[in-house]
């Protein structure tokens, strides 16, 4: 990938720069509660600030229908925090290649700012209509000279701004982007051992492939959150009414006898907090629960968290790893009561002396929510799925791009 230091070295002064950031921030009635992925793509866009381009980004967030404005998912406060970020006025278009955003690209003077409005409000930027992908794509590039691509939250995805865009206009990768691959380079090609990697979050199955391919690769694997509950039934454990996915239990039952075949370390939770009534998040009301062994989940109760014995073993587990790959909370993170195994898991990676690398937006909100310093961290990644995709040995459309 030709990287944003030679389109620097080119010269950028004057010439319109699309920039492809990830500003897909979560909001609460409005308001940004993480702006950690602003934050990791401002050092390109004011890179090629200062160097005198006229910056245009543009990016997507959340997942509108695709037919129009739809105010919940305005990036107007991305574009407001970027400006206070950047310490400048940033200019924002209310659309996408319409007035607004030709208007608003032809103000711009050179070293100035704008972002376009959400991207996925138009239909051809997610379209798996690769004609009506790239005329979106050829909008798009009707507002720029040159293109960086640095959203990494996306280049999994073949969407029009990430796949079709780089092609039609001088391309190179941002600072962000270059950083992420450096670090997933250490996940797979240069991996120091022994490698720890922790999965958590909800569904088993948003993680099998990357399970599939890191039964030859890793040296131990925990797994907590929601997913675990498969692996204990799996175990003819009883969970409850925990979060099970019974048609994945063959799957996760051949990969635990893989595992020991491999001479992977497949650890599970040895005891769980189980309760009759998911908590109430929102208002913060103490939860009811009890801590029970693994395998004894009362039937009517459901798993929200891993339980303190697990704590400490996975953070044994953890202590003399030389390479962590963290992605998933391994509890309802969200609530107090539940937060504590969570937190436990980034405790151990901030202890340990070990290139440990945070991955997935629930992840990475999770340690900043529950107060730990992100510089603590050897690399906390801005794409969850992203990173999950490459681990698992797929090629990445938006990478793929910058490339040719």
Do not use: C
């Given at each position: 990938?030709k990287?944003?230091?030679?389109?620097?070295?080119?010269?950028?002064?004057?010439?319109?720069v699309?920039?492809?950031?990830?500003?897909?921030?979560?909001?609460?009635?409005?308001?940004?509660?993480?702006?950690?992925?602003?934050?990791?793509?401002?050092?390109?866009?004011?890179?090629?600030?200062?160097?005198?381009?006229?910056?245009?980004?543009?990016?997507?967030?959340?997942?509108p229908?695709?037919t129009g404005?739809?105010?919940?998912?305005?990036?107007?406060?991305?574009?407001?925090?970027?400006?206070?970020?950047?310490?400048?006025?940033?200019?924002?278009?209310?659309d996408?290649?319409?007035?607004?955003?030709?208007?608003?690209?032809?103000?711009?003077?050179?070293?100035?700012?704008?972002?376009?409005?959400?991207?996925?409000?138009?239909?051809?930027?997610?379209s798996?209509?690769?004609?009506?992908?790239?005329?979106?794509?050829?909008?798009l590039?009707?507002?720029a000279?040159?293109?960086?691509?640095?959203?990494?939250?996306?280049?999994?995805?073949?969407?029009?701004?990430?796949?079709?865009l780089?092609?039609?206009l001088?391309?190179?990768?941002?600072?962000?982007?270059?950083?992420?691959?450096g670090?997933?380079?250490?996940?797979?090609?240069?991996?120091?051992?022994?490698?720890?990697?922790?999965?958590?979050?909800?569904?088993?199955?948003?993680?099998?492939?990357?399970?599939?391919?890191?039964?030859?690769?890793?040296?131990?694997?925990?797994?907590?959150?929601?997913?675990?509950?498969?692996?204990?039934?799996?175990?003819?454990?009883?969970?409850?009414?925990?979060?099970?996915?019974?048609?994945q239990?063959?799957?996760?039952t051949?990969?635990?006898?893989?595992?020991?075949?491999?001479?992977?370390?497949?650890?599970?939770?040895?005891d769980?907090?189980?309760?009759?009534?998911?908590?109430?998040?929102?208002?913060?009301?103490?939860?009811?629960?009890e801590?029970?062994?693994?395998?004894?989940?009362?039937?009517?109760?459901?798993?929200?968290?891993?339980?303190?014995?697990?704590?400490?073993?996975?953070?044994?587990?953890?202590?003399?790893?030389?390479?962590?790959?963290?992605?998933?909370?391994?509890?309802?993170?969200?609530?107090?009561?539940?937060?504590?195994?969570?937190?436990?898991?980034?405790?151990?990676?901030?202890?340990?002396?070990?290139?440990?690398?945070?991955?997935?937006?629930?992840?990475?909100?999770?340690?900043?929510?529950?107060?730990?310093?992100?510089?603590?961290?050897?690399?906390?990644?801005?794409?969850?799925?992203?990173?999950?995709?490459?681990?698992?040995?797929?090629?990445?459309p938006?990478?793929?791009?910058?490339?040719?």
């Open positions: 990938m990287t944003i230091d030679e389109l620097l070295a080119d010269g950028v002064a004057g010439k319109r699309f920039v492809r950031a990830d500003l897909n921030v979560p909001l609460k009635e409005g308001v940004i509660t993480d702006d950690g992925r602003i934050r990791a793509v401002q050092p390109t866009i004011a890179k090629l600030a200062e160097a005198g381009a006229r910056v245009v980004v543009a990016s997507h967030l959340g997942r229908k695709g404005t739809e105010p919940d998912f305005s990036l107007a406060p991305a574009a407001k925090r970027l400006g206070e970020l950047l310490g400048t006025e940033v200019a924002f278009a209310t996408t290649v319409g007035s607004s955003a030709k208007e608003t690209v032809a103000a711009l003077a050179d070293g100035r700012v704008a972002v376009i409005e959400n991207l996925r409000f138009n239909a051809g930027e997610t798996k209509d690769e004609a009506e992908r790239v005329a979106f794509a050829r909008e590039a009707e507002l000279d040159l293109y960086v691509g640095d959203g990494f939250g996306a280049v999994h995805r073949k969407h029009a701004s990430v796949f079709d780089p092609k039609l001088p391309h190179a990768a941002g600072y962000l982007i270059a950083t992420e691959v670090v997933l380079k250490k996940l797979t090609a240069e991996v120091k051992r022994p490698y720890v990697v922790v999965l958590g979050g909800a569904k088993v199955s948003d993680k099998l492939a990357v399970i599939d391919e890191l039964l030859g690769k890793a040296d131990r694997i925990l797994i907590g959150g929601g997913m675990a509950y498969t692996f204990l039934k799996a175990k003819g454990y009883e969970v409850g009414i925990s979060l099970l996915q019974q048609d239990i063959p799957t996760v051949e990969y635990m006898e893989r595992a020991e075949k491999n001479g992977v370390e497949l650890v599970l939770p040895v769980i907090l189980a309760s009759a009534d998911f908590p109430d998040i929102k208002g913060g009301t103490p939860a009811v629960f801590t029970v062994d693994a395998d004894k989940i009362p039937a009517d109760k459901e798993g929200l968290d891993i339980g303190p014995k697990t704590r400490e073993l996975y953070a044994s587990k953890i202590a003399d790893a030389e390479t962590v790959f963290w992605n998933g909370p391994v509890g309802v993170f969200e609530h107090p009561d539940y937060a504590n195994g969570t937190r436990a898991i980034a405790q151990a990676l901030v202890d340990s002396e070990a290139f440990t690398v945070v991955g997935g937006g629930d992840s990475a909100a999770a340690v900043r929510i529950l107060g730990f310093d992100e510089n603590a961290f050897g690399h906390i990644s801005t794409g969850g799925g992203a990173s999950l995709e490459y681990l698992e040995g797929k090629t990445l938006g990478l793929a791009a910058l490339e040719g």
